[in-house]
């Protein structure tokens, strides 16, 4: 019920600074070479990232996905893991963008390590 409460500049400000997070991690993930879906409404980015699959010899997006934790210093999600047809997330990794924007630009700068 408190939230309702709440006045409306308070949710203008929250819509534009997740706007704003959304923006600077997008750039960051698409300069890495993801391709990205621009959320309209979530806090998160899926990406397609076959790819990377197919070039550090991962067989998914799990396996993917440790890689980026090992070797990139970067933690994201398995797209299967929000499919009920796992097969059909076998290639996407979702970022999560409700961070501080330093950390954002830190996970990009680790990000373009697979840019090259």
Known sequence: MTALGLPDPYYV????SYQARRDLLLGKVEEAGFVAYKPRG?????TEAEHFLKRFNCRDDHEFALY???EVGVATVP??????HRE??????RFCFPKTD?????AGRRLQKLAH
């Open 42 to 46: 979530a806090y998160y980015i899926l």
């Open 68 to 70: 980026l934790i090992r």
């Open 13 to 16: 400000y929250l819509r534009e």
């Open 102 to 106: 330093d950390m954002l630009i830190e």
């Open 79 to 84: 797209g299967s893991s929000f499919y009920a």
């Open 88 to 93: 059909l997330g076998r290639t996407k990794i």
